[in-house]
């Protein structure tokens, strides 16, 4: 690995569609600054910065007001740039980290104070060397009392073998890019039946309905992907998360523009009450408990 690579859009389109406010962007990264903060050495890709002030921006010119930022595999299991990032958002970015499985209960407590509400276990090979599904059900039994959620990413080629594992997860789960379905299949292909029957299986298993750059094999403006998605926003309207996944990892052969992929979000959550749950309401359940409380 040599070359440093750029990901994302350098100059995105502002949106026709505008987020209402509050509008939560759940699915995104941050990369570095390197010279602060080095990537891991097991890293299988290195990115140019993209720090918390790109991100901010970003999140500015897209109408959105809050990110939660999740750990990305370039930064293995030293989660500091995700906490820096959002220590930097004056209260308006919370995290999901990844862990060594051996970490200790203080160092859990020191993420849960600097915002991390999650961790990830990523299943893709591209990604990490391994995935230690034993040492990952610790994991998600001893983070129980900080009332976090396991976030698993994994592809729909081991969907079936996934699930003994996620049945044994103690909290709720959400679902990275739907576990990558071919969304050309459509809405009733066999990806997004054996999907939505893993969503029936569980009540607290969510997902985000993220990603049609990388899901969509026919590009923007990513029919297949609205076709295939919009129907499962309706059917599980409050289990449902969106992000950009800004700054798209492992994307520089087709970096999306961040403004098309937001006016993507009225052709699958078509109302202004799906476009409330997706983008406020479900998210701040999750990331901001706190803040909803008082409402429910
Ligand atoms: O950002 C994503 O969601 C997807 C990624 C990268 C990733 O997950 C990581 O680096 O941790 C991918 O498919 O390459």
Not at 6 to 28: Q, Y
Not at 139 to 165: D, K, T
Not at 258 to 278: F, H, Y
Request: aromatic share 8%; net charge negative.
């Amino acid at each position: 690995m040599t070359d440093r690579i750029v990901s994302w859009h350098c100059n995105p389109s502002v949106p026709r569609f505008t987020p209402p406010p509050g509008a939560v962007d759940a699915h995104c990264h941050v990369f570095g600054p390197m010279a602060q903060f080095p990537f891991s050495p097991k890293a299988k890709y290195l990115p140019e910065d993209a720090g918390p002030n790109m991100l901010f921006a970003l999140r500015d010119r897209l109408g959105f007001s809050r990110n939660v930022i999740v750990q990305a595999s370039c930064h293995g299991t030293d989660n500091a740039a995700t906490l820096n990032a959002i220590a930097k958002s004056n209260g308006r970015a919370r995290g999901v980290a990844v862990v060594d499985p051996a970490i200790s209960d203080a160092e859990l407590e020191k993420l849960h104070e600097g915002g991390i509400r999650g961790v990830r276990f990523n299943f893709l090979k591209r990604l990490v060397d391994n995935a230690p599904k034993d040492k990952f059900l610790e994991v998600a039994h001893r983070i129980q009392p900080f009332g976090w959620h396991v976030v698993v990413y994994f592809e729909a080629a081991i969907l079936e073998e996934m699930r003994p594992f996620l049945n044994a997860i103690p909290t709720l789960i959400v679902i990275d890019h739907m576990g990558r379905p071919d969304v050309s299949q459509g809405p009733d292909g066999a990806d997004m039946r054996a999907f939505r029957s893993l969503l029936d299986s569980r009540e607290d298993i969510w997902t985000k309905v993220t990603c049609p750059d990388r899901l969509d094999p026919h590009g923007p403006p990513w029919d297949d992907f609205a076709c295939a998605v919009a129907p499962l926003v309706a059917d599980y309207q409050d289990r449902v998360l969106w992000g950009t996944d800004w700054p798209h990892p492992n994307m520089e052969k087709a970096t999306p523009d961040d403004g098309a992929l937001v006016d993507i979000i009225p052709r699958i959550a078509p109302t202004a009450d799906l476009q409330r749950k997706l983008l406020i309401d479900n998210p701040m359940r999750l990331y901001w408990p706190e803040e909803t409380k008082s409402s429910s």
